[in-house]
């Protein structure tokens, strides 16, 4: 049975990538990883607030600290390079899983402005990462801001990128988005060889007891993966060379195969493995394959796009329609009344 599958110009021995999270930080769980079937890695998300703040650290206490210290001239102050920033470290894991793993290993950057990526990209690039994941976690909390103005945000860091690296880059991208098609095909066109289908935005939560804003993680559910469902089903088969990777909710192995037959080149793995651990993987592999042996499918391309908007004899389904079909399908409950 072939689960092969072609992600970013990366031959994958099957479509389950483990995505972002705290397990991709470790080399020993990036190793449970692989052993129980995950295809390839992409690492926990190198953040820009983090080498920022770096930067400040060691300005303010490396640098500011000479004033009024004649000492600190003649060597009182120790060097900058005496220590690893957040940078360096990233950088020497990157180095560390191509060495301990097989499968292929995906950097991540999470950020919102060009800056300084280009020459820490170039440096994920030359620590040996197969490809990079720009994460754009961008929240247009600026009223003034146009749709076009932050779809631009997106642009301007993916070009400024791609003129300055090989390996392949994928865009995480949130839903949020008024037009997802029009921007990916823009993405496309300015060098993207993927895009991630979609972001979870973590939202703030309010403690009412203490009338304050408070920091939750919840955890996706299976429900969740019908938006990245959607669009991938209609991007199927539209922009030539763009790999179209499913992003949250993925739980089992029913949500990775309607992910796979709307046209997904991979699924994401993440609230999952954080819940039941990096062994659950085996379980959604084996659960994919026994369902390819019962339709007779020989291969993860003898299905992929069966039902995307290209294939099914509806396209609307995933459009209007769908939407008054939900509504004209539903009946109230026994006992109450309208």
């Known amino acids: 049975m072939d689960l092969t599958t072609d992600y970013l110009g990366l031959k994958l021995k099957n479509p389950l990538v483990p995505s972002a999270s705290p397990l991709t930080r470790s080399i020993g769980m990036a190793r449970r990883l692989e052993d129980s079937g995950a295809a390839a890695i992409i690492m926990a998300s190198l953040f820009e607030e983090a080498i920022t703040a770096d930067?400040?650290?060691?300005?303010?206490?490396?640098?500011?600290?000479?004033?009024?210290?004649?000492?600190?001239?003649?060597?009182?102050?120790?060097?900058?390079?005496?220590?690893?920033?957040?940078?360096?470290?990233?950088?020497d894991t990157v180095r560390r899983l191509k060495e301990s793993l097989s499968i292929p290993v995906i950097a991540s950057l999470n950020g919102v402005t060009p800056g300084g990526w280009i020459k820490h990209a170039a440096d994920l690039q030359q620590a040996g990462a197969d490809a990079?994941?720009?994460?754009?976690?961008?929240?247009?909390?600026?009223?003034?801001?146009?749709?076009?103005?932050?779809?631009?945000?997106y642009l301007e860091l993916l070009r400024a990128l791609r003129g300055h690296i090989q390996i392949p880059i994928n865009m995480k991208l949130s839903p949020t988005f008024s037009s997802v098609g029009n921007l990916v095909t823009q993405l496309a066109a300015a060098g993207a060889?993927?895009?991630?289908?979609?972001?979870?935005?973590?939202?703030?939560?309010?403690?009412?007891?203490?009338?304050?804003?408070?920091?939750?993680?919840?955890?996706?559910?299976?429900?969740?993966?019908?938006?990245?469902?959607?669009?991938?089903?209609?991007?199927y088969?539209?922009?030539?060379?763009?790999?179209?990777?499913?992003?949250?909710?993925?739980?089992?192995?029913?949500?990775?195969?309607?992910?796979?037959?709307?046209?997904?080149?991979?699924?994401h793995l993440c609230s999952v493995l954080l819940e039941k651990?990096?062994?659950?993987?085996?379980?959604?592999?084996?659960?994919?394959?026994?369902?390819?042996?019962?339709?007779?499918?020989?291969?993860?391309?003898?299905?992929?796009?069966?039902?995307?908007?290209?294939?099914?004899?509806?396209?609307?389904?995933?459009?209007?329609?769908?939407?008054?079909?939900?509504?004209?399908?539903?009946?109230?409950p026994a006992g109450v009344r309208v």
């Open 55 to 91: 930067t400040e650290t060691m300005v303010r206490f490396l640098h500011h600290q000479e004033t009024g210290f004649a000492e600190a001239g003649g060597g009182f102050m120790p060097a900058q390079d005496d220590f690893a920033s957040a940078l360096d470290q990233y950088l």
């Open 132 to 153: 990079l994941e720009l994460n754009v976690y961008y929240v247009a909390g600026d009223i003034k801001l146009t749709g076009a103005e932050v779809e631009g945000r």
């Open 193 to 235: 060889n993927g895009v991630a289908l979609f972001n979870r935005f973590y939202q703030p939560d309010i403690d009412i007891d203490g009338l304050r804003l408070q920091s939750t993680l919840r955890p996706s559910t299976s429900a969740e993966i019908q938006l990245a469902m959607r669009w991938i089903a209609i991007l």
């Open 237 to 267: 088969g539209r922009i030539d060379g763009l790999s179209l990777g499913a992003t949250g909710g993925v739980h089992n192995a029913e949500d990775a195969i309607k992910l796979l037959l709307a046209g997904a080149d991979v699924v």
């Open 277 to 332: 651990g990096p062994a659950h993987v085996a379980p959604i592999l084996a659960g994919i394959e026994h369902w390819m042996a019962e339709q007779g499918f020989e291969s993860v391309a003898d299905f992929r796009g069966r039902v995307s908007a290209l294939a099914v004899p509806n396209p609307a389904q995933f459009e209007r329609a769908n939407y008054i079909n939900v509504l004209d399908s539903y009946s109230v």
